[in-house]
């Protein structure tokens, strides 16, 4: 018999609830919740604005319609949610959502309920906390970043098209490693994979979606792989620039210890990890013997746009 794996989600509130019922505060308390300091002081600060045990089974809820939108069974949804039986969490989720939980799957439907606090549950185990409203007015740069990182990885991938596979598997940077984590990226192609995979991933991590598993690393794939995340990416970054959201923040509940991470700061790291690792791959295929590497920054990009216009 499989053992039940650890339930994140609920380790993650009932830390935050028993740290607000003790009324205690500081960096202990927040290890103690899960969170970093900065994000279980605001919780602490907004404060729960809910019954602990009505936030705990709102949470606990609205995870329970995410599963069932993608494909869980009454019964399972039940279990994951604490209730032993499937009667008394029908009758729950009947009230928190205005349908049964055998007919909540029938048409789309969003699985966040009503909440005086802002925060919810985000998929596939975190919490989506609220930011801190901003009353200074700042200059956004996040459409320019997005689109010029766009255009060169494009640009480099077409160029390492021309390469052979020994070429782009040939070690021109041996022991280059941009974080411990990912591990060594000695040559072109893992270079490039890496590019695409953190879009992927973060794209993934933000909109509460399955993280991707295997990945096509042929140039045809990433390619194809890029084309397919790009406009999720984008779409992602335009919602959280209109809405203001940079502020705002999920917390990861599938990490041991589950990680708190503002979707500003996100973006800020996909684009600038992204222009370490370009600026990498622009040495590599120049190394490899590719004539013209794609270099243009952003002034010199948009004034090629400009003058195709």
């Known amino acids: 018999m499989k053992p039940v794996p650890p339930d994140r989600l609920r380790d993650v509130v009932d830390a935050v609830l028993e740290a607000l019922d003790d009324g205690l505060d500081g960096p202990a308390v927040a290890a103690r919740a899960m969170l970093s300091p900065f994000h279980f002081h605001r919780l602490v600060r907004a404060g729960i604005g809910e019954a602990p045990a009505a936030f705990r089974r709102r949470l606990v809820l609205e995870r329970a319609a995410w599963r069932l939108g993608r494909g869980a069974t009454v019964l399972e949804a039940a279990h994951e949610a604490g209730y032993d ?12 959502h205005g349908v049964p939980p055998s007919r909540f799957a029938d048409e789309p439907r969003e699985f966040r309920l009503a909440a005086p606090n802002a925060i919810h549950f985000h998929p ?8 801190q409203p901003r009353s200074d007015a700042t200059m956004d740069l996040s459409d320019r970043l997005v689109e010029h990182d766009h255009w060169h990885t494009v640009r480099l991938l077409e160029q390492a098209a021309q390469l052979s596979d020994e070429a782009l598997d040939r070690p021109v940077k041996p022991g280059h490693v941009i974080h411990a984590f990912e591990g060594p990226e000695p040559d072109v192609r893992t270079m490039l994979d890496r590019v695409v995979f953190t879009k992927e991933v973060w794209t993934a991590a933000i909109g509460g979606r399955e993280f991707p598993g295997e990945r096509d690393r042929s140039i045809a794939g990433q390619q194809a792989r890029l084309a397919a995340v790009q406009p999720q990416f984008a779409a992602i970054v335009r919602r959280i620039r209109d809405r203001n959201e940079w502020d705002d923040a999920f917390v990861d509940a599938l990490c041991t210890p589950p990680v708190s991470f503002t979707f500003g700061s996100v973006i800020a790291h996909i684009v600038t990890v992204n222009v370490v690792r370009r600026q990498a791959i622009v040495e590599g295929l120049r190394a490899l013997g590719v004539e013209d590497v794609e270099i243009r920054d952003p002034i010199e990009w948009e004034r090629l746009l400009a003058s195709r216009s």
Request: glycine residues 16%; positive net charge.
């Open 85 to 96: 039986a499937v009667e008394a969490f029908s009758r729950a989720f009947a009230r928190a």
């Open 124 to 131: 596939p185990g975190g919490l989506l906390l609220p930011g």
